[in-house]
């Protein structure tokens, strides 16, 4: 069974990037498990201090990601970037050992948004992350209710592209387990 963990950077009720993920959660493909780490809000701002007596929100997380084979992130861009709740997850994992070559996809509700894209991968190559951009999706999703986001990613066309991602995410996991048994 492959376990991918997935992470909403946005924290709204409405979160289209959340949606996403929650449809992705319907069309996991057989043999992939995939669950929704749903923390993001009550984590506490990282603070070096708090790295050897981790505060318990930040242990869950590390809990949660260490015992998946991979991390699935849906961000909003905010002002260019990563939104301060996204990037401070990250922080309480960089330097974390066990995170080092974690296969990271990145899933997107909008076409904009490329700048949180360039700053989400320059962050994680540098947490030595490895990136499998053949599992990226976008589904346009900006500006719609829920309602209507849910409209758009019950279309057969959007569930075949999100079972064609997370297809080819499990098929990058797999190799890579491949090459640690060689």
């Known amino acids: 069974m492959i376990k991918i963990l997935a992470i909403s ?7 289209t990037n959340t949606l996403l993920l929650r449809a992705a959660v319907q ?3 057989e043999g ?14 990282f603070s070096p201090d708090l ?21 699935l992130i849906a961000s909003p861009e905010y002002a260019h970037g990563v939104p301060g ?7 309480w994992i960089v330097g974390w050992g066990e995170f080092a070559d974690k296969p990271v996809a990145f899933f997107s509700t909008s076409e904009y948004g490329e700048h949180a894209k360039v700053s989400l991968a320059e962050i994680l190559q540098t ?6 951009p053949e599992a990226s999706l976008t589904i346009h999703l900006r500006g719609k209710k829920p309602d209507e986001a849910g409209q758009v990613l019950a279309l ?9 991602a997370l297809a080819a995410f499990a098929r990058a996991i797999e190799s890579e387990h491949k090459g640690d048994e060689a």
């Open 127 to 132: 947490m030595s992350a490895r990136l499998v």
């Open 32 to 45: 992939m498990e995939l669950s929704i780490y749903e923390g993001l809000r009550d984590l506490p701002t």
């Open 9 to 15: 950077g946005s924290v709204r009720v409405a979160s």
């Open 51 to 71: 790295t050897e007596s981790l505060p318990p929100e930040a242990q869950a997380l590390r809990t949660r990601l260490a015992s998946a084979d991979g991390l």
């Open 85 to 91: 709740g996204m990037k401070n997850a990250l922080d």
């Open 27 to 29: 069309a996991a493909p």
């Open 156 to 164: 057969a066309s959007n569930q075949a592209a999100l079972r064609l």
